[in-house]
Nanobody, 121 residues
Framework: QVQLVESGGGLVQAGDSLRLSCAASLSISVMAWFRQTPGKEREFVAGIKWGTASSTYTDSVKGRFTISRDNAENTVYLQMNSTKPEDTAVYYC?????????????????WGQGTQVTVSS
């Protein structure tokens, strides 16, 4: 069983930066960030393969967000730059045993509790 603990959410103004962290209790093949707003499905944001550090992003965050990992700390980060009001959501960390980044929430085995990110205009 892998436990995921997120931190770093908060309230920022549009254009500001924010960094989310997710600490895993064990090393695992793939970690990703999803986000969700009320009444909408959970949306893939970015994912990273632990071994190669290869990453995948949804189009709306490319060039603004960066996912990275710290092997020693079993921690994945989401650096959010040039934030927009439409980035407002609860952000969830997810982990997957199969070594391929997937964009469907159903493909992930473990989830964090979520952290709120609010971007004001």
């Amino acid at each position: 069983q892998v436990q995921l603990v997120e931190s770093g959410g908060g309230l920022v103004q549009a254009g500001d930066s924010l960094r989310l962290s997710c600490a895993a209790s064990l090393s695992i093949s793939v970690m990703a960030w999803f986000r969700q707003t009320p009444g909408k499905e959970r949306e893939f944001v970015a994912g990273i393969k632990w071994g190669t550090a290869s990453s995948t992003y949804t189009d709306s965050v490319k060039g603004r967000f960066t996912i990275s990992r710290d092997n020693a700390e079993n921690t994945v980060y989401l650096q959010m730059n040039s934030t927009k009001p439409e980035d407002t959501a609860v952000y969830y960390c997810a982990a997957r045993r199969f070594p391929r980044v997937a964009t469907s929430p159903a493909s992930y085995d473990y989830w964090g509790q979520g952290t709120q990110v609010t971007v004001s205009s």
